[in-house]
Every structure is written in structure tokens, then in C-alpha cells.
């Protein structure tokens, strides 16, 4: 009988479907069994106990990660942990829930599922096998409507509409465009 490869999944706070779908899909590519690991950070003072936010937070990441494995019909086991300290909990349980490795997501300079700050400790200690997953930071509202609005002062941007109303050129032609584009070297500020 063939040990079926098991991936853990931590997750503190953030859900970000994107993370989890990747995380979903990285499991299945390895035919692995995903283990999503909700940690619920608990003061150190007894007289606090934890967040009702953050419960709630890891009961939706839970389920969400739950029914996006059925979705793509990976197995998965779930496990919530209250904890003082998340990387020392999650160098336990990785060994405990027997883990071959470990999935990790950053967005842009950010941790997702994860704060930066613990993802960079849990790579310096290197308990087990890292899987790494890289999403391209997120920019806010305000900063791609004030793109859109710049984008349109570019003087080639005129240019650009005033050839997309003539016809399309025929197949020969297009070809011919693509060679001479890629003769030239890349330029950052031409929009794709």
C-alpha cells in the first residue's frame, strides 16, 4: 500500500480564496492529502481567552477550504488549534499530523493566510518541506482608478483606439507585425 503524501495548510487570519484554491490545486498536482491547520492565537494573560473574530474567521476558512476540496475532490482533514505561540505549534503538529510538507503563500511583500512575520520564521527554522506560493500584490481601489485615469492621458493610448476601429489585418499581415514588434527591444512603460 502506497503512504499518501500529506500537505499542511496553516492559517491564522486573512481568508483569501485565490490562496486557498492554489493551495487546493498544489495538493491534487501532488496527489496529496490536504491538512488546513487553523490556529486561534490565545494571550498569554489567562484572564483573556481568544477573539470572538478570530474564531468565526477560522471556522469560515475551515469551510471554505472544505468545500473547495470537494470541488476538486482532493482529500482533506481539518484541525483548529488554540495557541500561544503559532510557529512553535506548528512545528509540533506538522510532525504530529504526520505532514510531508508545508504550503506557504505570500502576496507581494504580505503573507496570506499567514502574517509575513511568521512565514519568515517558520523558513528560517525549516522543520519540514516548504511549498511556496507567490500572488501578485493586491492594489487598492483608489490606485488602479487613478491608473485608468493616467492611462488615458498616454499619447499612444489615442493612437491605439484610432487601430482598433480599422479593420483587422489579414492573417499574413499580422504575422508580419509580430516579427517586426519582437525585433525591437521591450519597452516597461508600452500597457500589454
Known amino acids: ?40 492565537s490565545v494571550p498569554q ?6 477573539r470572538l473574530e478570530h474564531i468565526q474567521q477560522s471556522k469560515d476558512f ?3 477550504t472544505q468545500q473547495k476540496a470537494l470541488w476538486h475532490r482532493v482529500p482533506l482533514e481539518r484541525f ?5 505561540n503559532v510557529v512553535q505549534s506548528i512545528a ?3 510532525h504530529q499530523l ?8 505570500l502576496r507581494g511583500q504580505q503573507g496570506s493566510l499567514l502574517s509575513a512575520e511568521i512565514i519568515e520564521q517558520l523558513m528560517a527554522t525549516r522543520f519540514c518541506t516548504l511549498y511556496l506560493i507567490y500572488l501578485p500584490a493586491r492594489e487598492s481601489s483608489w490606485v ?5 485615469l493616467f492611462s488615458n492621458w498616454q ?29 525591437h527591444p521591450v519597452s516597461h512603460d508600452i500597457e500589454s
Open 1 to 40: 500500500m502506497t503512504e499518501t503524501t500529506r500537505l499542511l495548510l496553516p492559517f491564522t487570519h486573512g481568508i483569501e480564496m485565490e490562496t486557498i484554491e492554489a493551495a487546493i490545486l498544489m495538493a491534487a498536482s501532488h496527489h496529496a492529502t490536504l491538512v488546513p491547520l487553523s490556529l486561534i
Open 155 to 183: 499619447p499612444g493610448k489615442r493612437l491605439r483606439a484610432a487601430t482598433h476601429a480599422q479593420p483587422l489585418p489579414t492573417f499574413g499581415e499580422q504575422a508580419t507585425r509580430e516579427v517586426v514588434l519582437s525585433q
Open 98 to 105: 504526520a505532514c510531508d510538507g508545508m504550503i506557504l503563500a
Open 92 to 94: 509540533v503538529l506538522v
Open 62 to 64: 475551515l469551510e471554505a
Open 80 to 84: 483548529e488549534v488554540f495557541t500561544g
Open 45 to 50: 494573560a489567562r484572564a483573556k481567552g481568544a
Open 144 to 148: 488602479l482608478r487613478l491608473r485608468e
